[in-house]
């Protein structure tokens, strides 16, 4: 069955610094895969989007890469600030499906 | 904000009641989605309806069951609730008009069942 890894455990960094997060994947072929933050208690909001003809996605701080030979995604947030900590979720969906396979997401705390 | 809003925000039930968790969706979306998640997990996909009909379901048995009505409104009903339904309960809104798809997602129900 499909399976969506990210680091459980929580990922703390200084104010200013990138933050990287990983999200690997097995036993899928995702036609996009996307990006999440959810604040607790929040539904989750939609960040970024990448194609899986798409290597790389920009939208002002942050960047996805998508690399469909690893089954890897990587997400980074660069100057981070303390508003960026949240759980970040990586979600893959196949073609005209709709439906959103997630991972378990990677909390991130940024320090003053 | 995203325009879908769910009811109640909380709720407690004991176990072998039943729960109906409402979902209205974003103005001009056809497509509503249901997902469960439990504390520490991500979301899991429960079903999505479309213009009224079931389109797609996951691995939840039939004791969870939906509506959808002309206004594009949802019901998330479960039956013989078990401890493990604790939850925090998302319907996410969309509109079907290609291959991809946005989805806008809703604040939630949390669900507690003892």
């Known amino acids: 069955s499909q399976k969506i890894e990210q680091n459980s455990e929580a990922l703390n960094i200084q104010e200013g610094k990138t933050a990287t997060l990983t999200c690997n994947y097995t036993?899928?072929?995702?036609?996009?895969l996307q990006w999440y933050r959810q604040d607790p208690g929040r539904g989750p909001v939609f960040l970024l989007l990448?194609?899986?003809?798409?290597k790389e996605k920009r939208k002002e701080r942050l960047k996805v890469t998508f690399d469909t030979t690893l089954k890897q995604s990587l997400f980074h947030i660069t100057a981070s600030q303390p508003a960026d900590s949240a759980t970040y979720l990586c979600?893959?969906?196949?073609?005209?499906?709709?439906?959103?396979?997630f991972g378990t997401g990677t909390r991130l705390q940024v320090f003053p | 904000e995203t325009g879908v809003t769910q009811s109640p925000t909380h709720l407690i039930k004991t176990r072998g009641q039943q729960v109906t968790l409402r979902c209205s969706s974003q103005?001009?979306?056809?497509?509503v989605s249901w997902y469960q998640q439990a504390l520490g997990q991500g979301p899991q996909f429960i079903f999505q309806?479309?213009?009224?009909?079931?389109?797609g379901r996951g691995n939840f048995p039939p004791r969870f069951s939906g509506l959808q009505f002309p206004n594009y409104s949802s019901e998330l009903n479960v039956n013989a609730l078990e401890l493990d339904d604790s939850a925090l309960y998302l319907c996410?809104?969309?509109?079907?008009?290609?291959?991809?798809?946005?989805?806008?997602f809703g604040p939630g129900t949390r669900l507690t069942v003892l």
């Open positions: 990448i194609r899986e003809n798409e």
């Open positions: 979600a893959l969906e196949g073609y005209n499906t709709d439906k959103l396979i």
């Open positions: 996410a809104s969309s509109l079907k008009q290609g291959a991809y798809n946005e989805q806008f």
């Open positions: 309806y479309y213009r009224e009909e079931e389109n």
């Open positions: 036993n899928y072929s995702p036609a996009y």
């Open positions: 103005s001009g979306h056809n497509t």
